[in-house]
């Protein structure tokens, strides 16, 4: 039997650059093409060149020789990944469990299956390249990297913009910290309650251990994800719930108002055919002008649709925007009150937000549109924007302070639109910013809308 020897500095280099590589794919919006392979190409070099430098250094200078490999680590995400230090750090905390996790497996699986006895003379080329260490290492690698990879996309997968608070990195850099201390501390001192002395035990502790750290580090981001669903779900929740109680009040306040109007209108019909005084004329127009602006909207089919055009028109106007709709309402009648609520409620509301700002009261247009096309429910809003929109993940926000959020309306409506097999779209062209939502149609309503 052969004495066993600690993990190759190359191994370990490896492992770390793997182990990185691995999470810059999982970032979203990363460096791509030939810019992310050329950094990644001299991340390795400078990775593995690193640790086979520093293979002789002496114990009390192998603790800063860690912490400069973390460093690369996080230099090579940080610039590969181009996001924020929250995320940098937190995947990088990630990343070095993982690659020592790799290494220290690989090296046991290695050393139990090809070295640890004494090399014997091999009987065909084939049993060389198959026994051949690197060979081994790398399928190892592989599989481990994989597996987590795996792991971590179903947890990530969807998700276009990651993000994690101070605690949660802190939470983060305090299991690895831990992870990395327990699992090599019997490679620092044998004089403590949890050191081993014999050396296959040291390696098995420092492999049991990774994965531990690993396993609660997932658990972890798991827990996150948990969270963050049910905190967005309560978010969303609360919106449908605000929609819909402005939907409410808008068809009580204009059911009045309808009723005041047509009452107000006969009444100034026979106050004008008895007034011959000229002021008394020009005072009746003057108040007729004023109760214009509360006239019923145009039907269009839904009810619940008219009240929203209605509620939402009569804000726009006192801002001096114009509003205008070409909409088919009986279209929308598979959709339950509060995803109509949800879906037209947050598009108007974030159009006149946007609108407002604009300084040109006749640039201040919105137009709405709801038609039937080949089988799908085409819903468009378009409204004029001068401030530029900057994309995050599924958000969406501009460069001032607080303009026109269109970040949480537009999830709201995602999942409405998603809730019917819908998608939701957007861009922005010569100062148009264009809302687009298609849903597929029930059968029945197909057919209606074909027939008409």
Known sequence: MRVMQDIPRFYTGLAEWGACFLYLLLIPGRMKGWRFGVVSAAALVLQCSFLILTATVPVIL?????????????????????????????????????????????????????????????????????QTSYIFMIHIYLLVFLVNGWLQWKLLRGKKNIAYSYQEVAAAGMIALFTFTLSNLSFITVNTPFSARIEQDIFSIRTLVDFGGLSILYAFETRINELKAEQELTA?????????????????????????????????????????????????????????????????????????????????????????????????????????????????????????????????LIHMQVTGR???????????CENELLQDGDNLRTTKPDPA?????????????????????YDMKDHIFSLRILIPMPEEERHESAEE
């Not at 790799?102 to 004494?118: D, K, M, P, T």
């Not at 959020?405 to 779209?425: C, Q």
């Open 62 to 130: 192998w603790i800063p020789c860690m912490l400069i490999a973390f460093s690369m680590m996080f230099l090579y995400i940080a610039v590969a990944g181009g996001k924020g230090l929250l995320l940098t750090l937190y995947s990088t905390f990630h990343a070095f469990i993982l690659a020592e996790f790799a290494a220290s497996l690989e090296w046991q699986l290695e050393w139990f299956f090809l070295l640890r006895h004494e090399p014997v003379q091999s009987t065909s080329l084939l049993q060389d390249f198959f």
């Open 374 to 384: 080949r089988g799908f429910l085409f819903i468009r809003v378009d409204n004029y």
């Open 236 to 364: 969303v929740t609360a919106m449908l719930k605000s929609q819909y109680d402005s939907y409410r009040s808008y068809q009580d306040t204009i059911d009045i108002i309808n009723l005041k109007y047509h009452d107000l209108k006969h009444q100034l019909a026979g106050l004008r055919a008895a007034a011959n005084a000229a002021e008394r004329s020009e005072y009746l127009d003057v108040l007729e002008r004023e109760l214009e602006q509360y006239r019923p909207e145009k039907q269009t089919g839904s009810h619940v649709l008219d009240a929203i055009i209605a509620g939402k028109s009569v804000r726009g106007r006192s801002q001096g925007i114009q509003l205008t709709c070409v909409a088919d309402g009986r279209l929308l009648s598979f959709m339950h009150v509060t995803d109509i609520c949800t879906i037209f409620g947050n598009a108007l509301d974030n159009a006149i937000e946007n609108t407002a700002l604009v300084e040109d009261p006749e640039k201040r």
């Open 405 to 425: 959020n269109h970040g949480n309306g537009i999830r709201s409506m995602r999942y409405a639109a998603e809730k019917y097999g819908g998608t939701l779209t």
